[in-house]
């Protein structure tokens, strides 16, 4: 029984994730009809405005360390942090460790412009062209921003720890009447969790309760007659493709303590979230959050030790299966409107 | 048509002429000196086959800084580095059988195809007489083969799966870098004496060839300790986030976790292990722990805090103050500004002993040249005294054991050595079950 609570934890954080990103997909897709394969790299760019914030505050000048020497026997220095000198070390220290947080005000700016450069600069030029061709623009996209990224940062993983406040875990064990220490969960995982669910419900509640949302929902059922109202769509269009790539950056910064970013995390999560995307019906925003939360349990459990030696190498296929399964059972997907991507 | 005018079929023979013409010197002259790529000219070409691209391109970096100093050594600029060090002193510093030493690099992306295709192009476009580099055992498998078809010398980079010189060792091939056998063997006493001999042991394991050689060497060290294994898993190479391999480890009843990963996935399954509390958490009465067989600097930095105390092994390190190693840091930290990783280093002292082994030889043939590296005792180059072993290629030499450390006074002081594993602890039969299946076969001059 423990052991099934902890997969299911475990597989609520990797589908909150799955989640953000694949409601940005089809946001994406619903709104503006494009197939964004650059929408993972906007994760990763989201998880590289952590780490640039961190390296920002943390830019420092040398002080020699007397009577030390460094491996090439010159006079040794240590690093220390200009931030020190502006609010004082116990103050600079506390904000180089909350970097992370901080950077979701570097991120949801950086990645709106990102967004909206994006859809004016390159993605609006594919809308009337086939699925095929936006594919590969964005494909392309998708693979010049990650080499940018590993020209600047190396292709190595950089460590983005969280505050020290969140680092070590939370024993569920305890709580629940198991035994302490047999259901653990990292705090930052656990925050994580919240804070998806609150970008989440903050997204469905400005589609919801807003006019600017109820245009655009509008728009994504009959884009011609909103047009034929005088609206203009099209601009509220690239603002939901800027809010969908701050949703992906958020989903980002916030997963850099989970795996330290490097300039390939985009691509892996990609394609999972485009099963994702597939699973819930192309185009429904319940249905991307359903099948995100839904696959990343379903990977948890899969890649238990009991279910793999009676089925080795499940964990690697789960996730395409239930695809497949679902298509053949439900072909618009779990939530799949009827005519979306049907023509 | 009178007959100066050119015609279609008149060109086309004309070119082909001319263009079997302007090849027939080249395979001449392979065909005189009876191999591949034999150097005519005053220069010699080397390529170097390193990840430019991919996820080890920090590695592959550093391999081809190394690789750019030793090509400067060999020329007699810079400081000399180990030249001045290497106990043989056949290498004078201009060039190789003096010819200049001048280099291609290729791009292995660490894809087995892509590296075979780029160490194909050195061969046959750039006249490479010898390849060398990688950041990993499939690459080194792949490219091992490719040159032992062509008749190339293959000097390997950064590769620790038993198989190099195992089951696919091949007789153009060469390694410096250790393997999963010796990590096992220098590892497991020094995990017996700090952990004891009385251990459950749970293997999460990377997929492939090097995951599996690592697993099979380690598992068998510690058991031989006294050590039971509780649990063996394979984790995808893509994964990134390992927590769902982490939990189950929590139900079991190990008291030690192995990470048999390497790069990303050691940098990532390490972080996840430490955030589940593993590190804090009381097992059978005994404090948990976690080993990492095969570390790095550059994955170590990519960890941060976590890989604090941390048991591992390591082919070299900066830190060491032999002169041999004392040279190479000078050299190569005055050139770039920060210490050799232990891949540039493999890869450097690689085309030293290379070079050297052409000299002694006094020819570029690689059969000669491979005579010349077999059973080869050498010192000076950062690890002891080591012997080339001619029945399978692989240099036996002192294995690092080493350990996160605690209190690093820098970005580069991650690990701290804690035993210097003699090679006789590591030495193994040339038949050993864990490199049985495999015969070097007999060497290819090529051409």
């Not at chain 1, 990609?270 to 359903?290: D, K, N």
């Not at chain 2, 038949?431 to 495999?438: K, M, T």
């Amino acid at each position: 029984m423990d052991a099934i609570i902890l997969q299911i934890l475990n597989g609520l954080d990797k589908g909150s994730a799955y989640a953000l990103i694949a409601l940005g997909l089809t946001l994406i897709f619903g709104t503006l009809g494009v197939v964004n394969f650059a929408h993972g790299a906007l994760f990763m760019i989201g998880a590289f405005c952590a780490v640039t914030l961190s390296r920002l505050i943390s830019v420092s000048h040398k002080v020699e360390i007397p009577g030390e020497v460094d491996f090439l026997g010159n006079q040794a220095t240590r690093d220390v942090p200009y931030i020190y000198s502006i609010f004082g070390e116990t103050a600079g220290a506390t904000i180089i460790d909350w970097a992370v947080p901080l950077s979701i005000l570097l991120a949801i700016p950086v990645m709106i412009l990102i967004g909206v450069i994006m859809e004016r600069g390159l993605i609006k030029h594919f809308y009337k062209r086939p699925h095929a061709d936006q594919i590969l623009v964005t494909f392309g996209l998708a693979i010049v921003l990650q080499e940018i990224i590993k020209y600047f940062y190396g292709a190595n993983p950089i460590p983005t720890p969280a505050p020290e406040a969140f680092i070590g875990s939370f024993d569920f064990g305890a709580l629940i009447g198991f035994d302490p220490g047999t259901i653990i969960y990292p705090y930052w995982r656990l925050v994580y969790f919240a804070f998806a669910a609150v970008i989440i419900g903050a997204v469905f509640a400005f589609l919801q309760f807003t006019t600017f949302g109820m245009v655009v929902r509008a728009g994504m059922a009959d884009r011609e007659t909103v047009g034929l109202l005088g609206i203009n769509i099209d601009k509220r269009f690239t603002i939901m493709f800027g809010l969908a790539a701050a949703v992906a950056g958020l989903a980002g910064v916030m997963y850099a303590p989970i795996t330290s970013p490097n300039y390939h995390m985009g691509m892996d999560f990609l394609v999972l979230s485009f099963v994702v995307v597939v699973v819930g019906g192309m185009g429904s925003l319940p249905g991307a959050v359903l099948a995100g939360f839904l696959l990343g349990i379903l990977e948890s459990f899969a890649s238990m030790r009991e279910v793999l030696d009676i089925l080795p190498g499940l964990n690697q296929i789960i996730i395409y299966l239930v695809a497949i399964v679902i298509l053949l059972t439900r072909p618009r997907g779990l939530m799949g409107r009827k005519g979306v991507m049907e023509d | 048509m009178s007959k100066g005018n050119l015609t279609r079929r008149g060109v086309l023979k004309t070119g082909a002429v001319a263009g079997a013409g302007l090849a027939l010197p080249t395979y001449l002259s392979a065909q005189d000196s009876g191999f591949t790529n034999a150097p005519t000219g005053s220069t010699v070409t080397l390529g170097f086959n390193v990840p430019q691209s991919g996820p080890y391109a920090d590695e592959g970096a550093d391999e081809l800084r190394a690789y750019e100093l030793a090509v400067e050594h060999l020329n007699g600029e810079g400081d000399g580095g180990m030249l001045n060090t290497f106990s043989s002193k056949a290498l004078q510093g201009n060039g190789i059988l003096g010819k200049k030493v001048e280099y291609v690099t290729g791009d292995t992306q660490t894809k087995s195809d892509a590296a075979r295709a780029s160490a194909k192009s050195m061969i046959e476009k750039d006249g490479a007489v010898m390849i060398t580099g990688g950041s990993s055992s499939g690459v080194a498998v792949a490219v091992q083969a490719l040159c032992q078809e062509a008749g190339i010398i293959f000097m390997a980079g950064l590769t620790h799966s038993n198989d190099t010189t195992g089951k696919d060792k091949k007789a153009n091939g060469f390694r410096h870098f250790f393997n999963s056998y010796m990590s096992g063997a220098a590892l497991a006493p020094v995990l017996a004496a700090n952990y004891g001999t009385d251990r459950k042991a749970y293997h999460l394991t990377a997929d492939y060839n090097w995951g599996y050689t690592t697993e099979e060497a380690v598992k068998s060290s510690t058991e031989a300790m006294g050590w039971e294994t509780v649990g063996t898993v394979l984790t995808p190479l893509t994964q990134t986030d390992f927590s769902s391999y982490i939990t189950p480890v929590l139900q079991s009843d190990a008291d030690v976790l192995v990470l048999n990963h390497y790069g990303g996935n050691m940098v990532n399954s390490l972080t996840n292990a430490v955030q589940f509390g593993l590190r804090d958490r009381i097992a059978n009465g005994k404090q948990f722990e976690i080993v990492v067989p095969l570390y790095s600097r550059l994955m170590a930095k990519g960890a941060g805090a976590n890989v604090k105390g941390i048991f591992g092994s390591t082919n070299w390190h900066w830190s060491l103050q032999d002169e041999g190693s004392k040279a190479f840091v000078k050299s190569f930290g005055t050139k770039y500004g920060f210490p050799p990783s232990q891949a540039a280093h493999t890869c450097y002292v690689q085309a030293l002993l290379y070079a050297d082994a052409v000299e002694r030889a006094g020819s570029f043939a690689p059969c000669a040249v491979g005579e010349a590296l077999k059973d080869f005792e050498f010192d000076g180059m950062g690890n002891g005294p080591t012997l080339y072993r001619g029945d399978d290629h692989q240099c036996f030499k002192d294995v690092l054991v080493v350990k996160g450390k605690e209190n690093p006074t820098s970005e580069f002081d991650l690990l701290e050595i804690v035993e210097v594993t003699p090679v006789d602890q590591v030495t193994y039969a040339p038949d050993h079950p864990q490199f049985a299946g495999g015969q070097l076969g007999s060497c290819n001059n090529g051409a």
